[in-house]
């Protein structure tokens, strides 16, 4: 069953598989409490851009089950239309995570994904979110990696949104876990034909490249030939570098103490497309981007510390500020 659509038209789509969320607070292997929540990489992005003031849709499948309840009730608590989101009808469960911190801000996490109602979405879930007036659909890497019809599904929706003018996100985002190298390329490759901006870590780059060994600078030139029109390389604690046919522009990350880095890359991505919506230029979407990153890290949980928009400035007020 599908919950009524909402009618206002969101700045940002996005869909992608939520999971309910276990969290350790010590090795799983020796017991203890667990914190239970949600987490999931486009919800993440949702979130943040709904605390920073934007419309946002996400849709998807959850399982006929109480995590996910869970899962529309904590983004309609965020105040994401979750009005497109369908509940599976034929037993398909919602996804689950367990997150274990190892030692410093090491995590592991552990997915039990397999045949879940996430993994299920269809175009014919997704399409008709795409409603007029709609600017941005955000895609990741993670959607199509979960199944055929996931991936048929990021495809369908990309073609759309180009073809109607709205701008086509798609964070690589590689999950080992989930597909080799090469079938990330395989499936990813067509989707750069419909995609304005491309978002990507150092290392997940050469998954989408034609000649993975051409190098970052002669790679991110090689994807603005074939029509992107953005590259943003994600540097962790180094910062981010864009790419344009104008130029590159390099912004250094904020300098905070990380206590949890899972998460960071989606907030990242929030505050990029914040800024992009706020029609802000790229040196200042880059600083709104790392600013999102740095509050991301310096909080644990996936998407719980982000800012709204009132509070982007806290990072500038000196160590030990109490705000009265």
Known sequence: ?????????????TFGETMAALRAHSALRLGG????????????????????????????????????????????????????????DVGRPTGLLLTEPRMG????????????????????????????????????????????????????????????????????????????????????????????????????????????????????????DEGVTEVVIKRGARGATSFTVQGTADCPARQVDPVDLVGAGDAFVAGYLSGLLLGADIPARLHRAVTTAAFAVTTRGDWEGLPTRDELGLLDQPDGTTIR
Do not use: Q
């Not at 605390?51 to 849709?57: P, S």
């Open 1 to 13: 069953m599908t919950a009524t659509p909402c009618p206002a038209a969101p700045e940002v789509v």
């Open 105 to 224: 801000t090491l995590t592991r996490v552990s997915y039990y994904r397999s045949g879940s109602a996430g993994s299920a979405v269809s175009p014919a879930d997704v399409l008709p979110t795409l409603t007029p007036g709609s600017r941005v659909l955000h895609l990741t890497g993670i959607t199509p990696a979960l199944s055929p019809s996931a991936a048929e599904a990021a495809l369908a929706a990309a073609t759309a949104a180009r073809d109607t003018g709205i701008t086509v996100c798609l964070d690589v985002n590689y999950r080992s876990r989930l597909w080799t190298p090469d079938r990330a390329r395989t499936v990813l490759r067509p989707l750069l034909a419909r995609t304005d901006l491309l978002i990507a870590s150092e290392d997940e780059l050469p998954l989408v490249l034609e000649r993975p060994g051409m190098g970052e600078s002669k790679g991110a030139d090689s994807l603005l």
């Open 33 to 88: 409490s667990l914190g239970l929540s949600i987490a999931g990489a486009e919800s993440n992005v949702a979130i943040g851009l709904a605390r920073l003031g934007h419309r946002v849709r996400w849709a998807g499948r959850v399982g006929a089950d109480e995590l996910g309840a869970l899962v529309l009730r904590t983004l309609r608590a965020e105040n994401i239309d979750t009005g497109y989101a369908a509940t599976d």
